[in-house]
């Protein structure tokens, strides 16, 4: 079955600076890679996806690429500021079904 | 899109009790999934809620410990059994809604568990 391996599993950057998290997957198959934020106490909500005919996606500060051929994904923030502390979930669908399979999370802090 | 209702949102329970955490959704949804997880670690899937059938579970949980329920599209509950100190987590229930390439999670805001 798929697999998602999440790196860094913490990630400390200064405020501004941009901050990258990747995935990599092993179902060649899977053809849809979301990312999800969870802030403290909350719950995980979507936050950019991508499919996998399409190479990159952005919106706003944030950004996600693909890589079919390497099978790997990465999300990229921008200009990062407090409010982006918080813990980053990628994941992806198998192609056979509709269940996310996720990777472990990234922690993300934010130094002012 | 779906709004979760989880119930309830925390509880303090003594060892060796039942806790029956419920969710229910606003509108039909694809899957239904509940989850365990730690403050701030990775999501671990229990079981995938199966509509009027005996749900799916991972390895490493059962139905004898982590009964669930789905009776119809957009209710479903998650019973923690014969609780121990080690049950003491957050429990969130998911769904999922679209199709294999546009499917989007929606989460209820969790059942914060201490056993004691």
């Known amino acids: 079955g798929e697999n998602v391996e999440q790196h860094p599993s913490t990630l400390s950057v200064q405020e501004g600076d941009s901050a990258v998290i990747k995935c990599t997957y092993s179902d060649s198959a899977s053809n849809y890679f979301p990312w999800y934020k969870q802030e403290l106490g909350k719950r995980p909500q979507l936050i950019i996806d991508i499919r996998s005919n399409v190479g990159e996606k952005k919106d706003q500060r944030i950004a996600v690429t693909l890589n079919k051929t390497a099978k790997h994904f990465s999300l990229h923030i921008t200009e990062t500021q407090p409010e982006d502390s918080a813990v980053y979930f990628c994941a992806a669908i198998p192609d056979s079904n509709y269940q996310l399979i996720w990777g472990a999370g990234t922690k993300l802090i934010i130094k002012p | 899109s779906a709004v979760i209702s989880q119930k309830p949102s925390r509880d303090i329970c003594q060892r060796g009790t039942s806790l029956t955490i419920q969710c229910q959704v606003d509108?039909?949804?694809?899957?239904m999934f509940w989850y365990r997880q730690q403050p701030g670690q990775s999501l671990t899937l229990i079981a995938t809620a199966n509509q009027g059938s005996e749900a799916t579970y991972e390895s490493g949980f059962v139905i004898d410990k982590f009964p669930i329920s789905r009776p119809n599209l957009t209710f479903s509950t998650l019973t923690v059994s014969n609780m121990s100190p080690e049950d003491s987590s957050i429990y969130l229930c998911?769904?999922?809604?679209?199709?294999?390439?546009?499917?989007?999670?929606?989460f209820g805001q969790g059942t914060r568990l201490t056993v004691v």
């Open positions: 509108s039909q949804v694809t899957m």
């Open positions: 998911s769904a999922t809604v679209g199709t294999s390439m546009n499917t989007e999670a929606f």
